[in-house]
């Protein structure tokens, strides 16, 4: 009987123990699902707050000068129509509307006399207006502008590539006194702003008589820091035995680079491509002090220009800088992965 009760109270403990370690993990569970469930909103919030104004941007670009103006503001493009005498729907303006006759005056968008329509006659419907993106277009010479930008971008492009490539080959693989020192005197200058180096770069360039010219907007940015370092910090992940064994089949330091390691980096590479592309693309300032002309002028400044020009038009506004920024949007998605990588293998954190 003894043994009994003895091994009944141990079956006792032993199943409080399980319902113990069960409602343990269960609150383990409830508390990293209640993590997640606030991390998801978190991030969530950050994607709404990043893509509303890109969105907003998109919306405007097709409303009409009114809807713009209209409050409470809209999301989706709608025109206000009416339906003709043949059945068809047709656009129009509200000039002024009459509560108590319960109708409005308003305007055919193609054009004609006004007219008063009963309010119930008047229908909201989905409006896109791709039209604002052709008269934007038309109002500036934005072929000029994108031409001199896709011939800069990629002039600064290939000389990066070749300088960064050579210059962090040789502080990530090559021994010569005083390689780290010079390499942290590199990383500082990028803490310099680039309005402090602007009057100086100025003088020089007109010096060489480069003012206004493509030169000016190539040639001092044939070598970036950033792109160095990103390559350097990647060539040096790339094992010593590879080295070693290309040297021992006669392979010079060069061949060893060009076969071996550039295979190896393609993922840093598209991201160092991205990223050049990019600051190229939107820089504004360097080429806005270079440049006095639309014959070299590029896509950003003349899209400042422009907007100065058609302030009071928000729609052409916003239609020219969405095909403005339109080319790296699609660029990103479709190297987006490689960014990633590239970023996780030079231990980089966005």
Known sequence: MADAAVKAAEAGAGGAARAAGARAAAGHRARRAARRV???????LGIVI?????????TTSLKSPIEILTFPPTWIPTGQFVR?????????????RDGRAGTAVVRPAEGGPAMTVPLDELHNRVRFRFGNYAA??????????YLNTVFVVLCTLAGQLVTSCLAAYAFARMRFPGRDAVFLLF????????????VPSYIILAKFGWIDTYQAMIVPWLA???????????????????????IIDGCSRFAFLWRIVLPLSKATLAAVSIFTVVSTW???????VMTNTPSVRPLQVGLARFAQEQGTNHELMMAAAVFSIAPLVVAYFMAQKQI???LATSGIKG
């Open 38 to 44: 606030w991390v998801y909103a978190l991030l969530w």
């Open 187 to 198: 990383l500082s200058m990028m803490m310099v702003p680039e309005p402090v180096y602007l």
């Open 84 to 96: 003709g005498a043949d059945g068809e729907w047709r656009e129009v303006y509200v000039a002024s």
């Open 224 to 246: 970036y820091i950033f792109s160095i370092f990103l390559l350097r910090q990647h060539f040096k992940t790339i094992p010593n035995d590879l080295y070693d064994a290309a």
């Open 50 to 58: 990043m893509v509303m104004p890109f969105l907003w941007m998109v």
């Open 340 to 342: 990633i990588q590239s």
């Open 282 to 288: 939107n820089s504004f300032l360097w080429p806005l």
């Open 136 to 145: 934007a277009w038309r109002q500036a010479p934005f072929a000029r502008y």
